[in-house]
């Protein structure tokens, strides 16, 4: 890896104890491919110690602390958690990055050419509908079947980091074709979110959204860059979202693509500008600042926004959502419980079995018939490593299980306890002691149970699935 430089000028490039001893290693660390995914390690590592530690109830209560926000008497966000406020508000920054990630797939990427897109595009397909046909069959009829949604993401920053471990051993060309693939991945868990987790929708307010997306295309295609216009309509945009029942990430979607993704400047004027620094007997101030302003305008508004807002993603809010939504509590007779929800065992199925045999055969079925052709440097071991890390769900999983899961109705529900492989042990109030000892509701979901058994909630339940097949994936896909 390159030795990253820094200026003496600069405190971080100084000789002081701090800058050699802390900023200046924390730096590279920061510069390091599989760090974001270590800060997530850590933050998930943080949420199960606090929660499972003897100040355990301090991680609830502070998690469920109420957050209201209003601008002159109108309401913006009232009435919800600090975890909502991290998933709805927070989270829809990071939905903002991977718009700008996919757009810039589409326009300058490996997702420009249909023929290189064909074969991550395929295989992302078998790594959604593979997983989640196997959740679904798993869990239906239980109070897990609304969670079919989980199993069919990807979680970039874990797998590139676990990929990035790999060092020499994996060609860049592979590094891409996991990228890409994930990247299709999360379009399809963004189209999942927005039609199926998305409730109540309002038509007023979704109009309304409709018309200010159309108002920053329009100022887009007048070339206006004024960068503080589009914050306002972005945030006035995420709020309308919010209020219109679609969940608010898809806001943060909906503005990265619409973000422009192709430079003001081409590179022949690039070029030239460069020469005419290099070529000039003598340089000025001035004339570093002229050619770094036009060099600057070859970099596209999106490309911009994701250098910046990239770090801030990965080494801020991921970390604080893993914060939020990992704790799980983890003792001995909540994880055998776990351990015989059908739940569970969907999402590892799912997300292990499911990810790995789906994208390798829907990848083995496209470059069969031609639609796709596969990298000459992917042997079938490859092909077949990347898919079982493809299975590290952890952010968006946990993310769609808060959606399915985490509602006050489901914090109700508890898991269903397993007295031998697909079949489960209903509790159930004998006919002889009448209706009002229990009763069976139906909610329009999915069968319950309103007798209180031993173990945790469907969520938790989910949660340990989620960490069980991130880890089991990780390591398998290291292994392979």
């Not at 900023?23 to 660390?29: L, Q, S």
């Not at 492989?421 to 319950?448: R, V």
């Given at each position: 890896?390159?030795?990253?430089?820094?200026?003496?000028?600069?405190?971080?490039?100084?000789?002081?104890?701090?800058?050699?001893?802390f900023?200046?290693?924390?730096?590279?660390?920061?510069?390091?491919?599989?760090?974001?995914?270590?800060?997530?390690l850590i933050a998930t590592a943080i949420a199960l110690i606090w929660v499972n530690s003897p100040w355990g109830d301090s991680y609830d209560a502070f998690w469920s602390a109420p957050v209201n926000l209003s601008v002159n008497g109108i309401e913006i966000f009232d009435g919800h958690s600090l975890t909502d406020f991290v998933n709805d508000a927070l989270m829809a920054l990071f939905f903002f990055v991977v718009g700008l990630e996919i757009k810039r797939e589409l326009v300058d990427g490996q997702l420009q050419n249909m023929k290189d897109a064909a074969l991550p595009a395929f295989a992302a397909m078998g790594g959604m509908v593979v997983p989640a046909a196997l959740f679904f069959i798993i869990n239906k009829g239980g109070p897990g079947q609304d969670g079919w949604g989980i199993p069919m993401a990807t979680d970039i920053a874990f797998a590139v980091g676990i990929v990035s471990l790999l060092g020499d051993r994996i060609s860049r060309r592979l590094k891409v074709f996991l990228l890409s693939l994930a990247i299709v991945d999360d379009i399809g868990a963004i189209i999942v979110i927005a039609l199926f987790y998305s409730s109540g929708i309002s038509a007023?307010?979704?109009?309304?959204?409709?018309?200010?997306?159309?108002?920053?295309?329009?100022?887009?295609?007048?070339?206006?860059?004024?960068?503080?216009?589009?914050?306002?309509?972005g945030s006035i945009v995420w709020w309308t979202t919010f209020r219109s029942g679609i969940h608010a990430t898809i806001a943060g979607v909906a503005l990265g693509l619409l973000t422009p993704a192709r430079p003001l400047q081409n590179e022949d004027e690039t070029r030239a500008i460069a020469r005419w620094l290099r070529d000039k007997p003598e340089v000025f101030p001035v004339d570093v600042r002229y050619a770094s302003f036009h060099i600057r305008e070859s970099m596209s508004v999106a490309e911009r926004l994701e250098t910046v807002l990239h770090p801030i993603t990965s080494y801020a809010i991921i970390p604080i959502f893993a914060l939020a939504n990992a704790g799980v509590r983890m003792d001995g007779g909540i994880i055998a419980?776990?351990?015989?929800?059908?739940?569970?065992?969907?999402?590892?199925i799912g997300l292990v079995v499911g990810k790995t045999v789906g994208i390798t055969v829907f990848s083995l079925i496209a470059t069969k018939l031609g639609i796709a052709k596969r990298p000459a440097s992917m042997t079938l071991r490859n092909l077949v490593g990347l898919a079982m890390i493809a299975g590290i769900g952890f952010t968006v999983s946990l993310f769609v299980n808060g959606l399915a899961f985490g509602d006050a109705e489901h914090h109700d529900e508890v898991a269903l306890v397993a007295e031998?492989?697909?079949?489960?042990?209903?509790?159930?109030?004998?006919?002889?002691?009448?209706?009002?000892?229990?009763?069976?509701?139906?909610?329009?979901?999915?069968?319950?149970?309103?007798?209180?058994?031993?173990?945790?909630?469907?969520?938790d339940n989910a949660k340990i699935g989620i960490l069980f097949a991130s880890v089991i994936a990780s390591v398998g896909g290291l292994l392979i």
């Open positions: 890896m390159q030795e990253t430089k820094f200026s003496d000028l600069t405190f971080i490039g100084g000789e002081s104890v701090f800058a050699r001893f900023a200046r290693p924390f730096k590279r660390f920061l510069a390091v491919e599989a760090a974001g995914g270590v800060m997530l007023a307010w979704l109009l309304a959204t409709t018309a200010l997306l159309a108002l920053i295309f329009v100022l887009g295609r007048l070339r206006v860059w004024w960068i503080p216009i589009y914050v306002v309509l419980d776990a351990l015989q929800a059908r739940v569970t065992w969907g999402i590892i031998a492989p697909g079949e489960l042990a209903f509790t159930e109030a004998d006919d002889s002691h009448g209706d009002d000892d229990s009763h069976a509701e139906d909610d329009g979901h999915s069968e319950t149970v309103s007798a209180p058994v031993e173990g945790g909630t469907v969520e």
